[in-house]
């Protein structure tokens, strides 16, 4: 966890979207916390279970953090592999129809963007991710957790986008 200045006085989310969802909410009162959620597929699961359990899991953020100024989210223009593609697709319509119910403003940012403002670099690897993320004072677990923390971050030094 790490104190930023809020802006707004309700919470922010950022997500990098797929089977682990990296997350990273900037809370009313300005902290940071970040962390993982898996989406995997239970052996018995049907195919829209994991889309039902992400829902819940955003209403519970939102139920716990209060209402969400807005969501940001990696924004994802090409997979290397059908399957993540899927899922990403799944979750983005899942994330998009949460949202408009409850009129949460929601934006991508796209993957260039987030890299370059982390590392300075539009094209980083995952290591450079995780470093950028240690370097300005966070502990991710792995690279979903990195690119959370730096959508979060480009959200708040930016202002969504507009400096």
Request: proline share 4%; glycine share 12%.
């Amino acid at each position: 966890m790490r104190p930023v200045q809020s802006t707004s006085g309700r919470p922010l989310l950022a997500l990098d979207l797929g089977t682990t969802t990296g997350w990273a909410l900037r809370d009313a009162d300005g902290m940071i916390l970040s962390g993982t959620a898996s989406f995997r597929p239970g052996r018995f699961d049907g195919g829209g279970m994991r889309y039902l359990r992400f829902t819940n899991w955003l209403s519970e953020f939102d139920r716990l953090s209060g209402p969400m100024a807005s969501i940001w989210f990696e924004e994802v223009r090409r997979h290397a592999a059908t399957d993540a593609a899927h899922v990403y697709g799944g979750l983005m319509a899942t994330l998009s129809a949460w949202a408009e119910l409850r009129g949460v403003p929601y934006q991508g940012v796209p993957v260039g963007t987030i890299k370059r403002h982390a590392t300075g670099k539009g094209n980083a690897s995952k290591a450079a991710m995780i470093a950028a993320a240690r370097a300005r004072g966070f502990s991710p677990a792995d690279d979903n957790e990195a690119d959370a923390i730096a959508i979060l971050l480009w959200a708040i030094e930016t202002e969504g986008g507009v400096q």
